[in-house]
């Protein structure tokens, strides 16, 4: 089938989305890929519901605008594509994680995107596993098999948004977990100190120092003592932006990128992996990746070094997903989720 996937991850930076062909479970081609930023006005209403998601009412006019918005930014997504599809693989906008409390709530309305595509849309794809006791996270696991099936093992793939989460993959062995923050501290970091919404091309982390004794604190959260599957909300490390606020500017920068990067390290696996590829935003961040390369003892290298796009690879993940919703097939698993026996998921809306 010819899926269009969308992902508008927690770095809050734009809808992604791809052309995918698939039947979830192999990839027969790729078609064209793109990201459409957030207007500013959307991104900040966005960011200001994450701080509210925990007490906020479905009923609120803040987030039913919000959403509606959000959802007409994805219809323009697709439009953007400019190719047709025969499914919409559509995540949403995620404001709140919290499986310890049964609870995953991604923003969007599916029936909106369905009739302004007319194009049925796959959606919910986490409720599901949480449901069933599981994290609800990560998802791309069973992508990553499919695309690494070629490749030499263990291989970790490594994917930075605005949480990082990893993938460990041995012949038939699939494991992954959240390893903790990702861009998302960096960002908001970069926002009160350079009022971008970035820190882009590594400029500010690259001229300072990570503070060791901070990041040892900051590694010191419960968290990393949890085993996996384990999976992050957004505003989980929220307090870090305080652990570093003594610091300077660049070091502060610095100590986060570093944060990053020895959180996906410590995740303990079966084996040590020969090769870790990286996706998402965070590769572009040159100080993220020397940090990565400074804690991993094997080659760390983005994923554009085995021809797969970093920029759309969760996009089309989604869009791998969208063909095992339709086809009953599992999404998650007891190694990448902790749900007791493989997991289907997802609904689907038509026009």
Known sequence: MRIIGLMSGTSLDGVDAALLETDGVTVSGFGPSL?????????????????????????????????????????????????????????GQTILHAPERRRTWQIGDAG?????????????????????????????PVFHAALAAGLAQPLA?????????????????????????????????SARHLGEPMDRDGRLASRGTAHEPTLAALLAHPFFARPAPKSLDRQDFAT?????????????????????????????????PRRVLVTGGGRHNPAIMAALRRAFPCPVEPVESVGW????????????????????????????????????????TRP
């Open 35 to 91: 990201t459409l930023p957030y207007p500013a006005a959307l991104r900040a209403r966005l960011r200001a519901l994450l701080d509210r998601a925990p007490d906020l009412a479905e009923a609120d006019a803040d987030l039913r605008d919000a959403t509606a918005a959000l959802t007409r930014h994805h219809a323009a997504a697709v439009a953007a594509i400019g190719q047709p599809a025969e499914l919409i693989g559509f995540h």
């Open 112 to 140: 909106l995107l369905a009739r302004l595509t007319a194009t049925p849309v796959a959606h919910d794809f986490r409720s599901a596993d949480v449901a069933a006791g599981g994290q609800g996270a990560p998802l791309v």
């Open 157 to 189: 793939v490594l994917n930075i948004g605005g949480v990082a989460n990893i993938t460990f993959l041995r012949g038939g062995t699939m494991l992954a977990c959240d390893t903790g923050p990702g861009c998302a501290l960096l960002d908001d970091f």
């Open 240 to 272: 870090a932006l305080q652990a570093v606020a003594p610091l300077s500017a660049a070091d502060g920068a610095a100590t986060l990128a570093a944060f990053t990067a020895r959180a996906a390290a410590a995740t303990p696996w079966p084996e040590p």
């Open 309 to 348: 796009n970093g920029d759309a690879l969760e996009a089309q993940c989604f869009a791998h997903l969208a063909a095992r919703v339709l086809h009953g097939l599992p999404l998650s698993f007891p190694g990448t989720t902790g749900v007791a026996a493989p997991c289907p998921g997802g609904r689907i």
